[in-house]
T-cell receptor
């Protein structure tokens, strides 16, 4: 049973436009959500996170939205840049079990110049 | 500060052999977690160590084991290798445990190929 799902394996957008990456989860115990970015031959890098007590968190061009009732979160990148091309992983944790992250399968984002 | 380092970066083994992977966390970080990433898959949690004790364990068979030393360095061992163990093994460190807000930093991974 996959508890965190990223249903789009890939996404392609034009430079300057918005990129929206989606993630769904099933475990109601999850109360902290994170997005990581991964380039080839490198480990994932933390990008942005959101606690379940919030519905939005913004950091520069990156905004994460959380819809708890729908168990859905999304990452918005505005404007998208070619350097954003990477694999994006959504992850979730339960604060009662912090340290055990459950990851989605990732979405490969390609930003075309 | 130096980042999380993992050795070796690449490894080729044959079925039935065993392998040991090493991870050095960021200086001062006391929590180390291990993940397995197979092609087209997300990261699967293997285990987490803190103060030389295993705190959490994922759903992997007993062939996968790990340990942490007093200097926080960690090793993971896979015995009786199977073809399906071919994967990228990632190590991540955190300063402490108990809070999800503590950022997790990943190493570059060890690419294990089992022939």
């Amino acid at each position: 049973d996959q508890q965190v799902k990223q249903n789009s394996p890939s996404l392609s957008v034009q430079e300057g436009r918005i990129s929206i990456l989606n993630c769904d989860y099933t475990n109601s115990m999850f109360d902290y959500f994170l997005w990581y970015k991964k380039y080839p031959a490198e480990g994932p890098t933390f990008l942005i996170s959101i606690s379940s007590i919030k519905d939005k968190n913004e950091d520069g061009r990156f905004t994460v939205f959380l819809n708890k009732s729908a168990k859905h979160l999304s990452l918005h990148i505005v404007p998208s840049q070619p350097g954003d091309s990477a694999v994006y992983f959504c992850a979730a944790e339960a604060n009662t079990n912090a340290g055990k992250s459950t990851f989605g399968d990732g979405t490969t984002l390609t930003v075309k110049p | 500060k130096a980042g999380v380092t993992q050795t070796p970066r690449y490894l080729i083994k044959t079925r039935g052999q065993q392998v040991t992977l090493s991870c050095s966390p960021i200086s001062g970080h006391r929590s180390v977690s291990w993940y397995q990433q197979t092609p087209g898959q997300g990261l699967q949690f293997l285990f987490e160590y803190f103060s030389e004790t295993q705190r959490n364990k994922g759903n992997f068979p007993g062939r996968f084991s790990g340990r942490q030393f007093s200097n926080s360095r960690s090793e993971m061992n896979v015995s009786t290798l199977e073809l399906g163990d071919s994967a990228l093994y990632l190590c991540a460190s955190r300063a402490n445990v108990g809070s999800s807000t503590d950022t997790q930093y990943f190493g570059p991974g060890t690419r294990l190929t089992v022939l």
